[in-house]
């Protein structure tokens, strides 16, 4: 039986997904195709509106995160107890935060199994110019080898999260190289501080176009062949349509796993609403969601949404992130 044959025998629709010979063979051979498509066609959670799970999506490299297991990631900044709870208490006490929730989010979900992740801003957005004139900081490499350090405490992801100012992707990502040739750590992008009219960050909400997305996407994939890793994971946090254009110019890889996380805050219904108009109704490939401790609980009904609620979504999220 030929390579062909033996994927689509495992599911129906691979021989239409647009991957190379190569990744055909690796595959068939390490990846549960049958598993993948039963738990992508999961996370849809009854979609009937065509749109989940997403069409001609590239099985992903063996070695996958997703969707064999969710991500629940604390967010912050070593230097700041304001930016997100990643940074607010001492770090034993966080990771203790952090593994209760990844056993609450496995209560909450016992069929799929979590994977606690860190998500640290390695570059941070600036209200003023700075030496660089380019309205940002990049956090020492010292900083992001102490996150690296408490994620292997809990045998956690990293995700290295950049706020570009009035740089851009195209010259911070290739900064973080030596990092990206660990197996845990991979990449998040923010579009709210990519400042491309020259606001300063904080006045208006950014933006990246597919073309910066596929920048960082074609080069974490380059990363991912030179060294021989597993899949690596890019999320791309998004709370309007303009903080995202072009969305179907997105371009997937078998190397790259793309999350779209719907990163606003507010009362449930705000945030269900931004999730089902910015995140649901523009797919891309896998969806994320983003708790605030704080901001969430702001504004009556002063609540946050409740792990249940969220598991509701259509789609379900696969990636949760908490500030």
């Known amino acids: 039986m030929s390579i062909a044959q033996l994927a689509k025998a495992q599911s129906a629709d691979t021989t239409t997904r647009k991957i190379s010979a190569d990744t055909a063979k690796q595959t068939v051979k390490l990846l549960d195709t049958a598993k993948y498509d039963s738990l992508v066609m999961k996370l849809a959670n009854g979609d009937h509106s065509g749109r989940w799970p997403v069409k001609k999506a590239p099985l992903p490299l063996p070695g996958a995160t997703l969707p064999f297991y969710r991500v629940v990631a604390y967010y912050g900044n070593m230097y700041s107890t304001n930016m997100g709870v990643l940074g607010q208490y001492p770090p034993k006490i966080m990771l203790e935060k952090l593994q209760a929730e990844v056993k609450s989010w496995e209560a909450a979900d016992p069929s799929t199994p979590v994977k606690p992740a860190l998500h640290y801003i390695c570059v941070t957005a600036q209200g003023e110019p700075g030496r660089n004139g380019l309205h940002n900081l990049r956090m020492p490499f010292k900083q992001i080898d102490s996150v690296l350090h408490m994620a292997q405490k809990i045998n956690a992801l990293v995700f290295l999260d950049f706020q570009v100012g009035f740089s851009n992707v195209q010259t911070e990502i290739p900064k973080i190289e030596k990092y990206l040739q660990m197996p845990n750590v991979n990449v998040g992008i923010d579009p709210e501080f990519s400042m491309k009219e020259g606001s300063v960050p904080g006045k208006r909400i950014g933006t990246f176009d597919a073309a910066d997305i596929n920048f960082v996407s074609n080069y974490m994939a380059g990363i991912v062949k030179k060294y021989n ?95």
Do not use: C
């Open 229 to 323: 890793l597993p899949p690596k994971i890019l999320v791309v946090h998004r709370f309007t349509k303009r903080m995202v254009t072009n969305y179907q110019d997105i371009k997937l890889h078998p190397e790259v796993q793309m999350v779209m996380d719907m990163d606003g805050w507010g009362g449930p219904d705000l945030k269900k609403d931004s999730y089902k108009y910015f995140i649901s109704h523009e797919p891309v490939q896998f969806t994320g969601f983003k708790l605030f401790y704080k901001n969430d609980i702001k504004n009556p009904p002063k609540r946050m949404l409740t792990k249940a609620e969220v598991l509701k979504l259509q789609p379900a999220p696969v990636y949760i992130q908490y500030q």
